[in-house]
């Protein structure tokens, strides 16, 4: 919720089409949080329109957001 609330504000965007490192470094993160548990307990409150997926992709700062961390440096 937070992340999408700074993605809507332009602070950050979501790069899906674009991968950092390599992919085993996304698969230890799955594992880590247990992607697969998680769906699992969750899958009684999903409906026929709703999905949990996993996707390979990375925050970035904006252009924007830079600019206003270079004002607020000076």
Known sequence: MYL???TCLGIISQEEKRFKGDFEAYETLFKKY???NIKNELSFALDDFDKL???KSFYD???YRKAFIISCSI
Do not use: A, H, I
Request: charged share 40%; aromatic share 8%.
């Open 4 to 6: 999408d609330n700074l």
């Open 53 to 55: 997926e996993k996707v």
């Open 61 to 63: 700062v904006t252009d």
């Open 34 to 36: 247990s992607f697969e």
